[in-house]
């Protein structure tokens, strides 16, 4: 199989590839990205000699076009990806994530090619915190932030193509995903590396907001159940019952340091920041047979941190470009 992967120099689409490469090694990778600030080519450095690497937009339809009409599948994960981001300048989140998904589709429907549209769980809005329910595949869709909208538009666009126009394509909805070369932006490798440098986490408001954290690993190898074997025109949602709160996160950090379980900062809360997210992820457990092999948080996140002491080289170079970005964005420490 000849296949696509759109921001494979990303987070998750490197830990595709890489997952590709070791279990799938008959397959052909050709990686699309842009290379922006969250791609990074050193995130492929492992696999560089097995896969095709092509710097480029997938809002470029011309490159987008030639790339689909020699792939056999696409797996499209290139977005702009951090909701704090989207806050402050929405306007690469509309270009990226709508009209990127849009060159995708046009082009996979113009060649017959099958299509693979990865999402996230914030397509839903969010949850009370002593609310039951968990979202599923039927859970109206109500985003919040700049991100998830277009997010959400952009699921909308592919659902649209599947129906009319046949496009033969699958969508998954996942939750918080954590593991290695994660951008030092992102909550976990953030305060995973400000205790490297002996700096306090920070924590957004009281801390109470909870995520349902899944493994990297464990949301790629849904992804692949999902390219073999999931039934087109439809949504998966992945999850592995992963919910913490955000305050329960930063104490076992800090276990891993060996630091006092309070030893961390509160700053200036997100806007419009979304409460809980929770996955029921039936469908693809009963459908497909999919099952994560990280069963514990603390396991994988023991895994992640001797990650970043062990690839300070990786993230060194971000890591004080990303905390002037927040300084600037007006995040405070609060007293
Ligand atoms: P990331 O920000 O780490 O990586 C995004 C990648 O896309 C980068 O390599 C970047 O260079 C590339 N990119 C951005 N704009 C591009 C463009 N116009 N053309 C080509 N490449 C471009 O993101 P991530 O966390 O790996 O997320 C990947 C996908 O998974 C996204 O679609 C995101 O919405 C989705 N998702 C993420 C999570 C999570 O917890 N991180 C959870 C569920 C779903
Ligand atoms: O739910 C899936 C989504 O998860 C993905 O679609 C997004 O691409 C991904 O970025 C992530 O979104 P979140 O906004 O939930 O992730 P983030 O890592 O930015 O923040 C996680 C939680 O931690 C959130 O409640 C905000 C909080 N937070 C974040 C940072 C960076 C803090 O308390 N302190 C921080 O320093």
């Known amino acids: 199989m ?3 992967v759109t921001g494979g120099a990303g987070f998750i689409g490197a830990n595709f590839v890489h997952l590709t490469v070791r279990e799938h090694p008959d397959v052909e990778v050709t990686v699309l990205d842009a290379l922006t600030y969250a791609g990074d080519r050193a995130s492929l450095a492992d696999v560089a000699d097995r896969i095709t690497f092509v710097e480029g937009d997938v809002a470029d339809a011309e490159l987008v076009g030639r790339l689909v009409a020699g792939s056999d599948a696409v797996v499209h994960f290139a977005a702009e990806s951090h909701n704090d981001n989207s806050l402050s ?3 690469p989140f509309l270009r990226t994530n709508l009209l990127g998904t849009y060159a995708l589709l046009e082009a996979v429907r113009a060649h017959d090619v099958r299509y693979h549209h990865i999402s996230t769980d914030e397509v839903y809005g969010d949850l009370e915190l002593d609310d039951p329910a968990r979202f599923t595949e039927s859970t109206p869709y109500n985003p919040s932030s700049p991100y998830s909208s277009t997010k959400a538009g952009s699921d909308l666009l592919v659902r649209a193509w599947a129906r009319s ?10 939750s918080n995903n954590y593991g290695p070369y994660q951008h030092v932006e992102k909550f976990i490798p953030r305060q ?3 205790l490297v440098d002996g700096v306090r986490p920070k924590l957004y408001g009281a801390g109470e907001n909870v995520r349902d954290w899944i493994h990297v690993e464990d949301h790629n190898t849904a992804v692949w159940d999902i ?3 999931g039934r ?6 992945i999850g592995a019952d992963g919910e913490l709160s955000n305050k329960r996160v930063v104490e076992l950090v800090l276990g891993a340091f060996g630091r006092p379980a309070d030893d961390y900062d509160h700053v200036t809360d997100r806007a419009g920041h979304d409460l809980r997210y929770a996955i029921d992820s039936t469908k693809l457990r009963t459908e497909l047979g999919w099952a994560p092999r990280y069963t514990t948080f603390e ?3 023991a895994a992640t941190v001797d990650w970043y002491r062990r690839h300070e080289g990786w993230w060194r170079p971000r890591k004080a470009e990303t905390e002037a970005r927040y300084t600037a964005s007006g995040q405070q420490v609060l007293a």
């Open 299 to 301: 396991e994988g996140l």
């Open 165 to 174: 126009f046949g496009v033969r394509a699958t969508i998954s909805n996942c």
């Open 2 to 4: 000849r296949l696509l």
């Open 227 to 229: 390219l073999e074997r």
């Open 89 to 91: 300048d929405p306007s």
């Open 232 to 237: 087109l025109g439809e949504t998966y949602l």
């Open 192 to 194: 995973i590396t400000n």
